[in-house]
């Protein structure tokens, strides 16, 4: 059974930091390439960063310099460090798994960000 479980989310002051945590189980994890999104109360799952089974990242341009995306294989973990927080990060972020036509979604987890 495929598992991803998201934790970090919290209510944060604008200008703070949050970590993100996701814990797969059930998948090659090495293989997969890693990725989380993001819901805002009233608009759709958008894109905010991924990371391949070899390292390499790429973010949407809202959160560029701002979050960084990173694995640890032997964990099975991914992570979101996200820095400079802003009201508009707010929102349900997902933790997502993709190998060739297999996506899995974790059930979110909840960041707010206070002004």
């Known amino acids: 059974q495929v598992q991803l479980v998201e934790s970090g989310g919290g209510l944060v002051q604008a200008g703070g930091s949050l970590r993100l945590s996701c814990a797969a189980s059930?998948?090659?994890?090495?293989?997969?390439?890693m990725s989380w999104y993001r819901q805002a109360p009233g608009k759709q799952r958008e894109f905010v960063a991924t990371?391949?089974?070899?390292?390499?990242?790429d973010q949407s341009d809202s959160v560029k310099g701002r979050f960084a995306i990173s694995r640890d294989n032997a964990k099975n973990l991914v992570y979101l460090q996200m820095d400079s927080l802003k009201p508009g990060d707010t929102g349900v972020y997902y933790c997502?798994?993709?190998?060739?036509?297999?996506?899995?979604w974790g059930q979110g987890t909840q960041v707010t960000v206070s002004s």
């Open positions: 997502h798994a993709e190998f060739a036509r297999n996506v899995y």
């Open positions: 059930g998948i090659d994890f090495n293989i997969h390439s």
């Open positions: 990371i391949s089974p070899l390292h390499r990242t």
